[in-house]
C-alpha cells in the first residue's frame, strides 16, 4: 500500500560522503513527509582511526582524538536533526528513522570483540538496527554486527540488487535495515486504522 518513496543519494558512486550530505538528505525527507526514513550508512570510527594512522602516518592518540573530536560533532548534529523531528511530530504525525547499527565487531575472533552501535544509529531516537544469521537452524546475532541495537533483523545472506543488473546476497546490517523500515510502514498502517494515537512513538512502542 506504499503510494510515495522519496529515495535520496547522500553518499557519492564509491559509497563515501561527508556528514552535510547525509544531514541534507535527513531534512530533505522530514520535509517532503517521510513517515519512516531508512539509513543503511554509518560513521565508521575504527576505521577512521586505522585509515589516518595507517594511510596517514599518524599517531594513534593523535589519530583516535581527532576521530572522536569528528564522531562528537556528529553526534550532536544527529541528536538536534531528531530533536526537530520529534518537535516535528504533533503537526504531522512524525517520522520514524531506522539505521544500520554498523559492522566493525569481530565475534569470529573473540566473542567479547563487540563494538557499539556507529552514527547515525547511536543518535537519541532512532531505531538502530543490527544483524541476525542463522546457524544450526537458529537465529543467532551476526559476528560483525555492532553492539546495542533496538531491533535486528535479517542481516546474512540477503538477496540485493547487482550494480548494473542481476542479484547476488550481501552481508550487513545495512541489509537488515530495510527489513525493519519496511515493517514500520507496516505498523504505520495498523496505527492509522486503528483508535490509538498514530504517531511515530506509537509505530516505534509497537516495533
Known amino acids: 500500500g506504499v503510494t510515495r518513496a522519496l529515495i535520496g543519494k547522500v553518499l557519492g558512486d564509491d559509497g563515501s560522503g561527508d556528514s552535510n550530505m547525509i544531514f541534507d538528505g535527513i531534512q530533505w525527507a522530514e520535509r517532503n513527509g517521510a513517515q519512516v526514513i531508512s539509513m543503511s550508512l554509518g560513521f565508521d570510527f575504527p576505521g577512521l582511526v586505522k585509515r589516518l594512522v595507517e594511510e596517514q602516518d599518524w599517531p594513534v592518540d593523535l589519530a583516535t582524538s581527532a576521530a572522536l573530536e569528528a564522531y562528537r560533532a556528529n553526534l550532536r548534529m544527529f541528536d538536534s536533526l531528531m530533536d526537530m523531528i520529534r518537535s516535528r511530530e504533533a503537526f504531522g504525525g512524525g517520522t520514524v528513522v531506522c539505521a544500520a547499527s554498523g559492522n566493525e565487531s569481530e565475534r569470529q575472533l573473540d566473542p567479547s570483540f563487540e563494538v557499539g552501535a556507529s552514527l547515525p544509529a547511536a543518535a537519541d531516537d532512532v531505531v538502530s538496527v543490527g544483524a541476525l544469521g542463522r546457524r544450526n537452524g537458529e537465529l543467532v546475532v551476526a559476528p560483525f554486527s555492532n553492539t546495542f541495537p533496538v531491533l535486528s533483523a535479517p542481516g546474512v545472506a540477503v538477496r540485493s ?15 537488515a535495515t530495510p527489513h525493519v523500515a519496511g515493517i514500520t510502514a507496516l505498523w504505520w498502517e495498523e496505527v492509522r486504522q486503528s483508535p490509538v494515537p498514530a504517531g511515530s512513538r506509537t509505530v516505534t512502542a509497537k516495533l
Not at 164 to 174: A, E, I, P, V
Open 161 to 175: 540488487a547487482k550494480a548494473g543488473g542481476g542479484l547476488r546476497d550481501l552481508n550487513g546490517t545495512s541489509m
